[in-house]
């Protein structure tokens, strides 16, 4: 069970699925806040948050932009929207009647991506989710704009483990405040912190290593 104040952010599960060394420049080596927004924007949500709203529409009930966290994970975050649908079982829910089913569904402006970093999102949200109402999940949606289809997602143990295993990792870096060091890939070419991480230089530096020792020359 972690604290509070370890808490990661949820939303840095695709970039550590996508190059742990993003990861880390993005979340342990702060200094590239306005790179971080830019990669945001490019492979999280790239959707406009609202305040947290609930509606009604028949038997379902939409909550957006919805608050989450997992003690047992370590993370803390924002669903994109949570339906909760009617059902003979399910949660019962504060000021409604009935009980009703908790379904996590995560939106991607673009086309689903041939890895699964959206399905390891998903698979987290469902698991605060899961901790937070004490409920069983069992699938959730992603739903993509550029196809405009949803996709049902089944949270499967084998998906569930992988997301508490890359956790446990993401901890491990953090505490150490380990930047893993440059490992070319094809994704290099579309990361959004290619000009900070020096992919050119092929070392295992961090980039603050780099930045400080370049200051201290050109003083
Ligand atoms: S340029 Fe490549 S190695 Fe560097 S952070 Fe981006 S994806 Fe990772």
Not at 27 to 44: C, D, P, S
Not at 68 to 92: A, N, P, Q, Y
Not at 151 to 178: G, S
Request: charged share 30%; net charge neutral.
């Amino acid at each position: 069970m972690y604290e509070e104040e370890e808490y990661l952010q949820l939303s840095g599960i695709q970039h550590f699925a996508f190059c742990r060394r993003q990861w880390a420049l993005a979340y342990i080596e702060l200094q590239w806040a306005e790179n971080v927004r830019t990669v945001e924007g490019r492979l999280l949500h790239e959707k406009a948050h609202t305040v947290t709203s609930r509606e009604k529409r028949g038997d379902r009930i939409i909550s957006r932009a919805m608050p989450v966290s997992s003690r047992e994970l370590g993370i803390s975050g924002e669903c994109d929207v949570v339906e909760f649908h009617r059902c003979g079982e399910g949660i019962s829910l504060q000021g409604y009647d009935g009980r009703y089913d908790v379904i996590p569904v995560e939106y991607k402006k673009g086309k689903p991506k041939s890895s699964h970093v959206d399905i390891l999102q998903l698979a987290a949200q469902g698991m605060c989710l899961e901790e937070m109402l004490c409920c069983e999940i069992p699938y959730g949606y992603l739903y993509y704009g550029e196809t405009r289809h949803r996709e049902k997602i089944v949270l499967t143990e084998e998906i569930r483990d992988e997301v508490r295993e890359m956790l446990r990792e993401m901890h491990d870096y953090f505490r150490r405040k380990y930047t893993p060091k440059v490992k070319w890939s094809k994704g290099c070419q579309a990361c959004s912190l290619k000009d900070l991480c020096l992919p050119v230089l092929g070392k295992n530096k961090s980039a603050r290593s780099y930045v400080d020792a370049h200051v201290q020359e050109d003083m």
